[in-house]
């Protein structure tokens, strides 16, 4: 009966997933402002034992198997499928998935650049041949988010395949003449006119150390592309602001070319003002709270949900409108905004604190316990600039000492063999380099 759920269950997973369906999207949230100090990334140790609050955890006698893990940015799943990975989201009674609607994201990154054009129309196309052209940058072929973004735009666009099914998430190479199979051209009619739509290149920005969601490659390719494709280029997608920044300030700024991204950035958010087309913000800011309080939380003994839906004695609660949580997938998601020249302004700072979460807890009740955090490449724009810098914010809040290790983006080698001594901390928190790969840093613990 069991088996039976949990099979049917993973069938749906892998379906949802390969179809790239656009979800049936939650309200996307509204951003609201808060105030934050900053603090630094090495905090001194202070252990404090003396809390009577019920821990599960202590580094003397919790065997590193039963640790509070949570994975966040990249969901244990297969890369090929899509299929989540349930062994690794479920290691322990104490495992939780942070990251956001992927589906909801994809589809109003989509809709975002649909609407710029229809608003657009009377200019768009810029060599005035009826076709609108678009190029896209893709992070990583077997990264179910970029994927998923990836399938969004093509269906909002009219540019999508279906193969077997489901839609086809493929990179395209070139595409001058529409003859493509991983897309095919879609029709826009606008103020009367039809317009064609053609996806003209699209590609994985993997540099050759094999880096995905590779800035610089992004930059290099929109140089090739603007040479053969020229005045045929009007909007640019991409699977991230760190391809997309890339390419808008190697061409597309001074080309006059709408660029789309995904993360809001902060340059992203300011670059609004100066003809970048837009963002999605993945209310980083949501998620890099969850990410410490499911840990928080399993090392206090208490509900999962105190601080989340259910407001702990600090007064912290998140509200619906910016995440939810999947039972079934262990995994917490929070919800998109679209970032426009409408509402640019009050995304700015992307590194601050959300404001509803943002309420120092106390440390007689919550004594300071020790994280060990991973990112999977210490130069990934999202993560770095936007993510790290909040977790840095939320650990002080949370009292948890978050010792932060940057990885190459290559190998989970480099990143695990720096966790040589999983005792000395009370929680894990990883964010993997393949999604396909939990299980080299499950085996750390359960030695
Ligand atoms: C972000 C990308 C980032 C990737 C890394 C995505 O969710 O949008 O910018 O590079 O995660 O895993
Ligand atoms: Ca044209």
Same mark, same amino acid.
Request: aromatic share 8%; with cysteine.
């Given at each position: 009966?069991?088996?039976?759920?949990?099979?049917?269950?993973? $069938?749906?997973?892998?379906?949802? =997933?390969?179809?790239?369906?656009?979800? &049936? %999207?939650?309200?996307?949230?509204?951003?609201?402002?808060?105030?934050?100090?900053?603090?630094?990334?090495?905090?001194?140790?202070?252990?404090?034992?003396?809390?009577e609050?019920?821990?599960?955890?202590?580094?003397?006698?919790?065997?590193?198997?039963?640790?509070?893990?949570?994975?966040? !940015?990249?969901?244990?799943? /297969?890369?090929?499928?899509?299929?989540?990975? =349930?062994?690794?989201?479920?290691?322990?009674?104490?495992?939780?998935?942070?990251?956001?609607? %992927?589906?909801?994201?994809? @589809?109003?990154?989509?809709?975002?650049?649909?609407?710029?054009?229809?608003?657009?129309?009377?200019?768009?196309?810029?060599?005035?041949?009826?076709?609108?052209?678009?190029?896209?940058?893709?992070?990583? *072929?077997?990264? /179910?988010?970029?994927?998923?973004?990836?399938?969004?735009?093509?269906?909002?666009?009219?540019?999508?395949?279906?193969?077997?099914? +489901?839609?086809n998430? @493929?990179?395209v190479?070139?595409? $001058?003449?529409?003859?493509?199979?991983?897309? #095919?051209?879609?029709?826009?009619?606008?103020?009367g006119?039809?317009?064609?739509?053609?996806e003209?290149?699209?590609?994985? =920005?993997?540099?050759?150390?094999?880096?995905t969601?590779?800035?610089?490659t992004?930059?290099?390719?929109?140089?090739?592309?603007?040479?053969?494709?020229?005045?045929? *280029?009007?909007?640019?997608?991409?699977?991230?602001?760190? =391809?997309?920044?890339?390419?808008?300030?190697?061409?597309? #700024? @001074?080309?006059?070319?709408?660029?789309?991204?995904?993360?809001?950035?902060?340059?992203?958010?300011? $670059?609004?003002?100066?003809?970048?087309?837009?963002?999605?913000?993945q209310?980083?800011?949501?998620? %890099?709270?969850?990410?410490?309080?499911?840990?928080?939380?399993?090392?206090?003994?208490?509900?999962?949900?105190?601080?989340?839906?259910t407001?702990? @004695?600090?007064?912290?609660?998140? +509200?619906?409108?910016?995440?939810?949580? &999947?039972?079934?997938?262990?995994?917490?998601?929070?919800?998109?905004?679209?970032?426009?020249?409408? /509402?640019?302004?009050?995304?700015?700072?992307?590194?601050?604190?959300?404001?509803?979460?943002?309420?120092?807890?106390?440390?007689s009740?919550?004594?300071?316990?020790?994280?060990?955090?991973?990112?999977?490449?210490?130069?990934?724009?999202?993560?770095?600039?936007?993510?790290?810098?909040?977790?840095?914010?939320?650990?002080?809040?949370?009292?948890?000492?978050?010792?932060?290790?940057?990885?190459?983006?290559?190998?989970?080698? &480099?990143?695990?063999?720096?966790?040589?001594?999983?005792?000395?901390?009370?929680?894990?928190?990883?964010?993997?380099?393949?999604?396909? /790969?939990? %299980?080299?840093?499950?085996?750390?613990? !359960?030695?």
């Amino acid at each position: 009966m069991k088996k039976v759920l949990a099979l049917t269950l993973a $069938a749906t997973m892998a379906l949802g =997933m390969a179809a790239c369906s656009v979800s &049936n %999207a939650n309200n996307p949230g509204t951003q609201s402002s808060s105030s934050s100090k900053t603090s630094s990334v090495s905090e001194t140790s202070q252990a404090s034992e003396t809390s009577e609050t019920a821990s599960t955890s202590d580094t003397t006698n919790v065997a590193n198997k039963d640790k509070p893990l949570v994975w966040f !940015n990249r969901q244990p799943s /297969n890369s090929s499928t899509g299929e989540l990975d =349930m062994s690794a989201l479920s290691f322990n009674d104490n495992t939780y998935y942070v990251g956001f609607d %992927a589906n909801q994201g994809a @589809e109003l990154q989509g809709t975002m650049i649909l609407d710029y054009i229809k608003a657009n129309a009377d200019t768009i196309d810029r060599n005035g041949d009826g076709i609108i052209g678009y190029v896209l940058a893709i992070g990583d *072929i077997g990264h /179910n988010d970029s994927i998923a973004r990836t399938c969004g735009v093509r269906n909002a666009l009219g540019t999508a395949v279906e193969t077997n099914g +489901s839609i086809n998430s @493929e990179p395209v190479g070139t595409n $001058a003449d529409g003859k493509a199979t991983a897309v #095919k051209d879609g029709t826009l009619e606008v103020n009367g006119k039809t317009y064609t739509i053609r996806e003209l290149a699209s590609q994985e =920005m993997k540099n050759s150390a094999g880096a995905t969601w590779d800035a610089a490659t992004a930059g290099n390719a929109i140089g090739t592309w603007a040479s053969s494709f020229g005045d045929q *280029i009007d909007v640019i997608a991409s699977n991230n602001d760190g =391809m997309g920044m890339s390419m808008f300030n190697s061409w597309s #700024k @001074e080309n006059k070319v709408p660029t789309f991204g995904y993360d809001a950035n902060a340059d992203a958010v300011a $670059a609004i003002a100066e003809g970048y087309g837009g963002t999605i913000s993945q209310h980083a800011d949501v998620q %890099a709270y969850l990410t410490l309080r499911v840990l928080r939380n399993s090392l206090d003994g208490v509900d999962i949900d105190t601080g989340i839906g259910t407001a702990d @004695e600090a007064g912290n609660v998140l +509200s619906e409108d910016v995440y939810y949580y &999947n039972e079934e997938e262990r995994s917490y998601y929070a919800l998109n905004v679209a970032v426009t020249a409408d /509402n640019y302004e009050e995304f700015m700072d992307s590194t601050k604190v959300y404001e509803p979460v943002s309420n120092q807890l106390d440390e007689s009740t919550h004594a300071s316990k020790k994280v060990w955090l991973n990112i999977y490449n210490a130069a990934d724009n999202f993560l770095s600039a936007t993510y790290q810098p909040l977790l840095q914010k939320y650990d002080d809040l949370l009292n948890l000492q978050v010792e932060y290790i940057g990885g190459d983006g290559q190998t989970e080698a &480099n990143i695990t063999n720096r966790l040589s001594n999983p005792s000395d901390y009370d929680a894990f928190a990883f964010n993997m380099v393949k999604t396909d /790969n939990s %299980a080299s840093y499950t085996a750390l613990l !359960n030695q």
